[in-house]
T-cell receptor, first 116, second 113 residues
Framework: GAVVSQHPSWVICKSGTSVKIECRSL??????MFWYRQFPKQSLMLMAT?????????EQGVEKDKFLINHASLTLSTLTVTSAHPEDSSFYIC????????????FGPGTRLTVL | AQSVAQPEDQVNVAEGNPLTVKCTYS??????LFWYVQYPNRGLQFLLK??????LVKGSYGFEAEFNKSQTSFHLKKPSALVSDSALYFC???????????FGSGTRLSIRP
């Protein structure tokens, strides 16, 4: 089946630094990828839709200057948390659409970000 | 607007007993329905989906779900629970292949030995 990877799986950083998270579709091409955020014991909240070769579409309330998304190729999307603060600590999950008649989404394993 | 509800925050079942995790949805159109499972500090694992066809859908690890259009429900079931089924379960819906997925709030399933 389709596999999506994320790197790193976890990261700890100091407040004020920027952190980049990669999302890769390993065995398929994805023109569209999605970034979700999950707080402890809560559901996934869609942050943005990442489209290859164009600007990302952000959900209401998500700061586009804070969460930079780049989808430079059909197999890679990156999320950069700029000037991270403790409130940005969360579990970030990406997914990628595999195309086909139903355009299924496949999810990555997630990245745990802890900002000290 | 489309939405999905999981009315139970937690479901407790004894090992070997049948389990049901409830899900209802609200969409303006024909729904695509999904169930995912999440283990601690892990991403989502796909269990099963309903898009069209038979209302009873069989998925991974012995789980199944029944699409009930009149009740707008898509409850997840398993005839005999295992302790290893203990995890967080998410129901999700999208209206078409082009729309975003909306997740329910999640139900924590706890299977006691």
């Amino acid at each position: 089946g389709a596999v999506v990877s994320q790197h790193p799986s976890w990261v700890i950083c100091k407040s004020g630094t920027s952190v980049k998270i990669e999302c890769r579709s390993l065995d398929f091409q994805a023109t569209t990828m999605f970034w979700y955020r999950q707080f402890p014991k809560q559901s996934l909240m869609l942050m943005a839709t990442s489209n290859e070769g164009s600007k990302a579409t952000y959900e209401q309330g998500v700061e586009k200057d804070k969460f930079l998304i780049n989808h430079a190729s059909l197999t890679l999307s990156t999320l950069t948390v700029t000037s991270a603060h403790p409130e940005d600590s969360s579990f970030y999950i990406c997914s990628a659409e595999a195309g086909g008649p139903y355009n299924e989404q496949f999810f990555g394993p997630g990245t745990r970000l802890t900002v000290l | 607007a489309q939405s999905v509800a999981q009315p139970e925050d937690q479901v407790n079942v004894a090992e070997g007993n049948p389990l049901t995790v409830k899900c209802t949805y609200s969409v303006s159109g024909n729904p695509y329905l999904f169930w995912y499972v999440q283990y601690p500090n892990r991403g989502l694992q796909f269990l099963l989906k309903y898009i069209t066809g038979d209302n009873l859908v069989k998925g991974s690890y012995g789980f199944e779900a029944e699409f009930n259009k009149s009740q707008t429900s898509f409850h997840l079931k398993k005839p005999s629970a295992l302790v290893s089924d203990s995890a967080l379960y998410f129901c999700a819906v999208r209206v078409s292949s082009a729309s975003k997925i909306i997740f329910g709030s999640g139900t924590r399933l706890s299977i006691r030995p």
